[in-house]
């Protein structure tokens, strides 16, 4: 008991300690942490003993704020010849202020007749120091203007003017503006661009100049995924694609529609629409596009049975239609081949026109949704056109173009659309079918002359 006893009273001495001291503390913070009024004022000559013995300086016993005095005055007196006195590092004698040059006497050939004065090119100035001549003396003028003739001279002094005219302000050469680019049609055509519609929509757009005086032709093609196809969620079936041969200044054009009918259409149309369009840059050079159709054709079968198997027409068909636009004059000479339901319109003047229709008139009966096809039917339709400046070329599958044969609202709103070349999302705006359409795939590609 008595150890814990005397425990208990050294841990209470401590505290009590403890709390002194932090008292203590305290009461030195807010004494020395006072306001100044509330300090004693204690004379600043009490602690003079406390700062750093400081040399007098020679500024200050100028100091207007330095009380004057005996001691004062005799400082300066005593301090007015050193600070009379140069540095030892100054130099002894000082250089003359800087003056400008005379000017240098006229001499005699300054006033020589024009007549035996050296040429001197028109676009050189006259220096203002001898303002009686006209023409610069020989032995100021440039070297380089005495052996060349005055042309070279004018080229000498522009570059290199004279230097007592150096501060005269010197026009900068004029340069003609280059033409600016033409952004408002879009980049240039590829060699050859395909699109189809397989996951959704897709296009291209571009344009193409041919040679010498024929109109530029735009482009644009889309090919879109119809509602049907799209709710069961298959791919689709249409491609569409363009060819620029720059050579000779021809366009081809190429749209196919797979058989909705057979799964495995959609394959078939977009190497019908590659391998045509790389049929037409490679033809021979000898025989003209109109008296090759059939050729064509052929060979497009052909390889679709070679790359698919023998027997794909019982699985696979597509439509095909196949144009070519040459440059003719101010327009062009359309020829079109085409195998199916897929269409071809030229639009003129708000009004349009079929250069390749299969199906029968409107009014005619029942539209029958049956059609020729490849590799079935390798036997294209041929149809020749001149086409102007300001026409319009479209190939369409018959997803879009049926309702073009038929006069009504459908085929006015595209005429209207289509007068001139829409920008590439307006053009797939119109080609895009309403929201909860089940319509077919749409596939769509157009040329604008001029």
């Known amino acids: 008991m008595q150890h814990d006893e005397l425990g208990r009273l050294f841990a209470l001495f401590m505290l009590t300690m403890l709390a002194l001291l932090v008292a203590i503390m305290l009461m030195f913070a807010v004494l ?5 009024r509330l300090r004693p004022r204690r004379s600043p000559r009490s602690r003079r003993w406390l700062r750093p013995r400081r040399w007098p300086r020679p500024w200050r016993l100028f100091s207007p704020r330095r ?28 250089p003359p202020l800087f003056r400008p040059a005379a000017a240098p006497a006229a001499s005699a050939s300054q006033f020589a007749p024009p007549s035996q004065a050296a040429p001197v090119s028109r676009a050189a100035p006259v220096s203002q120091a001898a303002p009686v001549s006209e023409a610069a003396p020989v032995s100021e003028a440039a070297p380089v203007s005495q052996a060349a003739p005055d042309s070279q001279a004018a080229r000498v002094s522009q570059a290199a003017p004279d230097s007592r005219a150096a501060g005269a302000p010197v026009a ?3 340069r003609e503006p280059s033409p600016a680019p033409d952004r408002a049609a879009g980049p240039p055509l590829p060699g050859t661009a395909v699109v189809d519609c397989r996951s959704h929509a897709s296009l291209f757009s ?36 363009a060819a620029w041969d720059p050579a000779t200044g021809t366009l081809f054009v190429a749209v196919a529609d797979g058989l909705g009918s057979l799964p495995g259409s959609g394959p078939l149309a977009r190497e019908a629409v590659r391998a045509s369009l790389r049929l037409c840059l490679k033809r021979p ?19 679709l049975r070679r790359q698919f198997g023998p027997g794909v027409a019982a699985d696979a068909g597509t439509t095909l239609v196949v144009a070519e636009l040459a440059p003719a004059g101010s327009g062009a000479r359309l020829t079109v081949h085409g195998v199916g339901d897929s269409e071809g319109w030229v639009l003129r003047d708000g009004r349009w026109s079929a250069v390749h229709l299969e199906r029968g008139p409107a009014g005619a009966g029942p539209v029958s949704h049956a059609t020729r096809d490849l590799p079935t039917d390798p036997v294209p ?7 102007a400046r300001g026409d319009m070329l479209m190939l369409a599958t018959d ?8 006069p009504g609202w459908w085929s006015t709103r595209v005429a209207l659309e289509f007068r001139e070349a829409p920008a590439p999302l307006d053009f797939l705006s119109v080609v895009a079918p309403e929201d909860g359409d089940e319509s077919d795939d749409r596939g769509v590609v157009a040329v604008w002359l001029g």
Not at 381 to 387: A, F, M, Q
Not at 399 to 406: D, K, V
């Open 32 to 36: 020395f942490r006072a306001p100044r």
């Open 67 to 94: 009380r004057s005095g005996p001691g004062g005055a005799v400082a300066m007196a005593a301090a007015a010849p050193v600070l009379a006195s140069p540095p030892a590092t100054m130099p002894a004698v000082q």
């Open 172 to 174: 900068p050469p004029v």
């Open 206 to 241: 571009g344009w193409c100049a041919p040679p010498h005086s024929a109109p530029r032709m735009h482009v644009r093609g889309a090919a879109w995924r119809g509602g049907l196809h799209s709710a069961d969620g298959s791919e689709g079936q249409d491609a569409v694609g």
């Open 285 to 303: 050079g000898g025989r003209p596009f109109a008296q090759l159709g059939p050729q064509l054709f052929r060979a497009v079968a052909d390889g």
């Open 381 to 387: 339709r041929t149809e020749r056109r001149d086409l």
């Open 399 to 406: 997803g879009f173009a049926e309702p073009i044969a038929q």
